[in-house]
């Protein structure tokens, strides 16, 4: 019933940019806190950044502050992720989450999307 569909990804040059999208479907967006996270290859997956509902509470991994930004449109049901200055070290598949405001996003409450490649050549 919920549904996180990530969009956007593909391979850019160092120093790029994209900007991902994640429509959400089959919950009530303002309710959610909205975040992305990233798994590269033989990796754990890390926070990148989160968005409150009322979009007044951002957060970022101290690696991406600075050069990502997260943004929701809560008419669309969409969060953004703009990602500029891209270097090698943020290639991931990168994860819409969604997680009820309140709650931390953990593996059991966190709602994930399917995930999108981001891919950055030196």
């Known amino acids: 019933q919920v549904q996180l569909v990530e969009s956007g990804g593909g391979l850019v040059q160092a120093g790029g940019s994209l900007r991902l999208s994640c429509a959400a479907s089959?919950?009530?967006?303002?309710?959610?806190?909205m975040g992305w996270f990233r798994q590269a290859p033989g990796k754990e997956r890390e926070f990148v950044a989160a968005m409150h509902w009322s979009a007044g509470r951002p957060s970022y991994a101290d690696s991406v502050k600075g050069r990502f930004t997260i943004s929701r449109d809560n008419a669309k049901n969409t969060v953004y992720l703009q990602m500029n200055s891209l270097k090698p070290e943020d290639t991931a598949v990168y994860y819409c989450a969604a997680v009820l405001v309140g709650l931390p996003f953990t593996s059991t409450t966190t709602k994930w999307g399917q995930g999108t490649q981001v891919t950055v050549s030196s």
């Open positions: 089959g919950l009530t967006f303002s309710s959610y806190t």
